[in-house]
């Protein structure tokens, strides 16, 4: 599986973004998919996950609320809407999909094997 993601950008605080994850190769659909971001001089941590049939999310408490995941597999792209944007969001923001197919909306990075390059997310107050 390939990952790209796109849509980063730098924000005030308050504001939207959506970050989106294109992937090729093997069967998008059969993946547990997730976000983790990476700020500077932090360990990379969990934002959000989906079940590989969409039916189960699971979210980081720090954005639960603010932030939804979710999947086209029409189009072969994991999303990330992100709303009402703080500036503890910054940090460098990954799609993953899972070391497993048919995987549910797990939240440790162990449990992902493909990743995506990373999308820049700054938010300024």
């Known amino acids: 599986v390939q990952l790209v993601e796109s849509g980063g950008g730098s924000v005030q605080a308050g504001a939207s973004l959506r970050l989106s994850c294109a992937a090729s190769?093997?069967?998008?659909?059969?993946?547990?998919m997730g976000w983790f971001r990476q700020a500077p001089g932090k360990e990379r941590e969990f934002v959000a996950a989906?079940?590989?049939?969409?039916?189960?999310?699971s979210y980081a408490d720090s954005v639960k609320g603010r932030f939804t995941i979710s999947r086209d597999y029409a189009k072969n792209t994991l999303y990330l809407q992100m709303n009402s944007l703080k500036p503890e969001d910054t940090a460098v923001y990954y799609c993953?999909?899972?070391?497993?197919?048919?995987?549910?909306?797990?939240?440790?990075?162990?449990?992902?094997?493909?990743w995506g390059q990373g999308a820049q997310v700054t938010v300024s107050s």
């Open positions: 993953a999909a899972s070391r497993t197919l048919y995987s549910g909306s797990y939240n440790s990075p162990n449990d992902y094997a493909y």
């Open positions: 190769g093997r069967t998008f659909a059969s993946y547990g």
């Open positions: 989906i079940r590989w049939s969409g039916g189960s999310t």
